[in-house]
């Protein structure tokens, strides 16, 4: 078995494990809920148990990530100094803050397309009302709790941490195992790898719809820049940028 596709392997396994193990019988049966009970009986009552739940998820989230970034490129051929290289190119760091705004406004625009085509057919189509709830809903939720409870600074830093940590690995290595097999090979791959695992323990596809928005926007975009200049770190900012400004819009 080739190197590529062993480490290839590697990725989807992991992946898979990692989001439908690891996040609903360890973090969501067992982490989230015993920090939850710690935190009623030595915390403050007055917060609402459901919010601080959702806080908790996504710190304890931001760990996990950690960890499943440093395991897949300890298990695959991808070395680590090629991940987080930079190229010395401070002014890239700006740009990516301008293509994650870009990045933002586009899979909103497409959003709001796709819920004005739905309300204009309320036969066969779905209320506005319950567009609304699945925006709120899945992932966004754990962002917009965690910015409407926490300090500005620690919300914004997890939110980073969180994002930041998941370009590495989507575009760092998932992009790089994929490389061998062509440059459009593995942008479409890496692509679908990130568009294919926002779904996953979601309750619905119209909750699951916007986060594939913005993978579909966000993945061929980053894989097509990193591939052109292989500096992850202006990714890393236009990432950051699109969902620290969809996390601040609900606070």
């Known amino acids: 078995?080739?190197?590529?596709?062993?480490?290839?392997?590697?990725?989807?396994?992991?992946?898979?494990?990692?989001?439908?193990v690891v996040l609903v019988r360890v973090r969501d049966r067992v982490v989230a809920p015993a920090l939850v009970f710690l935190l009623g009986r030595f915390g403050n009552p007055r917060l609402p148990v459901g919010d601080v739940e959702n806080v908790l998820t996504l710190t304890f989230s931001v760990f996990l990530q950690i960890l499943l970034f440093f395991l897949l490129?300890?298990?695959?051929?991808?070395?680590?100094?090629?991940?987080?290289?930079?190229?010395?190119?401070?002014?890239?760091?700006?740009?990516?803050?301008?293509?994650?705004?870009?990045?933002?406004?586009?899979?909103?625009?497409?959003?709001?397309?796709?819920?004005?085509?739905?309300?204009?057919f309320p036969k066969i189509g779905d209320p506005l009302v319950h567009w609304r709830v699945a925006i709120n809903s899945g992932w966004m939720r754990l962002f917009n709790t965690t910015v409407k409870l926490l300090p500005l600074p620690a919300a914004i830093g997890v939110v980073v941490l969180y994002v930041g940590v998941e370009e590495l690995i989507v575009r760092g290595i998932v992009l790089n195992v994929l490389?061998?097999?062509g440059q459009v090979?593995?942008?479409?791959?890496?692509?679908?790898?990130?568009?294919?695992?926002?779904v996953f323990n979601l309750p619905s596809w119209r909750v699951a719809l916007f986060p594939v928005l913005g993978a579909l926007v966000i993945g061929p975009v980053h894989g097509v820049l990193y591939v052109r200049i292989p500096d992850v770190w202006p990714l890393v900012v236009a990432h950051v940028t699109y969902f620290t400004i969809v996390a601040?819009?609900?606070?």
Not at 1 to 20: F, G, I, P
Not at 92 to 112: D, I, N, R, T
């Open 248 to 251: 601040l819009t609900y606070r």
């Open 185 to 198: 090979a593995a942008v479409v791959l890496s692509t679908a790898v990130f568009a294919g695992y926002q």
């Open 73 to 120: 490129g300890a298990w695959t051929a991808v070395k680590f100094g090629k991940v987080w290289r930079w190229s010395g190119q401070p002014q890239l760091l700006a740009y990516g803050a301008v293509l994650g705004l870009g990045e933002m406004v586009l899979s909103s625009f497409l959003g709001l397309i796709l819920i004005k085509v739905s309300t204009a």
């Open 1 to 20: 078995m080739s190197t590529v596709v062993r480490d290839a392997l590697v990725v989807v396994v992991v992946l898979v494990l990692y989001y439908r």
């Open 179 to 181: 490389l061998p097999l």
